[in-house]
């Protein structure tokens, strides 16, 4: 009963690759996001999708663009990969319809990403 | 805008001893503030949180927090450490987005 589930778990790639990285909710929920997490464990976020909408989008090189085909997916793909791109990517969801719970967010396992 | 200062990357306590993780924060607004843990390998889980009422939270695996409006901080406490509790911390504000403090790794020594 994974409720964020994320795939692959584990990308060793070269540079100048372009990979994906998938994830999936079954919490019912309706937004999406993308954080970065480095190697001093610091997480930033990349993006948030509410309703398959863009509904952040901080300053993240051109590379990275995410995909969210329907409210219980959310995509991610880097195009031309560089060595610091390799990091743990973790996928999360939220609900806006929670009042006060809606900043509460659930994440799924990571995808550690090695670029070489 | 919104950020959150944790004090301490590494703390270490005994087996038994008192936990306590420092927070403090930063915001425009009334905040939400949150505590996720991660074990090594693996996602962030949601310890406890504050959106507004009872300003002692309660959360799981025995750990709590109490928000101080005055003194802007969200410290997190558990009054005796298991050799499980080690992991990584983190301290988290929410106004209009979530946003991280650095983190704090705990060791518990046996």
């Known amino acids: 009963d994974t409720a964020v589930s994320q795939t692959p778990k584990y990308l060793v790639t070269q540079m100048g690759n372009d990979k994906s990285i998938k994830c999936e909710q079954n919490l019912g929920h309706d937004t999406m996001y993308w954080y970065k997490q480095d190697s001093k464990k610091f997480l930033k976020i990349m993006f948030s999708y509410n309703n398959k909408e863009l509904i952040i989008n901080e300053t993240v090189p051109n590379r990275f663009s995410p995909k969210s085909p329907d409210k219980a997916h959310l995509n991610l793909h880097i195009n031309s990969l560089e060595l610091g791109d390799s990091a743990v990517y973790f996928c999360?969801?939220?609900?806006?319809?929670?009042?006060?719970?809606?900043?509460?967010?659930?994440f799924g396992p990571g995808t550690r990403l090695t670029v070489t | 805008a919104q950020s959150v200062t944790q004090l301490g990357s590494h703390v270490s306590v005994s087996e038994g001893a008192l936990v306590l993780l420092r927070c403090n924060y930063s915001?425009?607004?009334?905040?939400?503030l949150f505590w996720y843990v991660q074990y090594p390998n693996q996602g962030l889980q949601l310890l406890l949180k504050?959106?507004?009422?009872?300003?002692l939270v309660k959360g799981i695996n025995g750990f709590e927090a109490e928000f101080k409006k005055s003194e802007t901080s969200f410290h997190l406490t558990k009054p005796s450490a298991h050799m499980s509790d080690a992991a990584e911390y983190f301290c988290?504000?929410?106004?209009?987005?979530?946003?991280f403090g650095s983190g704090t790794q705990l060791t518990v020594l046996p």
């Open positions: 504050y959106t507004t009422g009872a300003t």
């Open positions: 988290a504000v929410s106004a209009r987005q979530l946003t």
């Open positions: 915001s425009s607004v009334p905040p939400y």
């Open positions: 999360a969801s939220s609900s806006s319809y929670s009042g006060r719970a809606r900043y509460e967010q659930y």
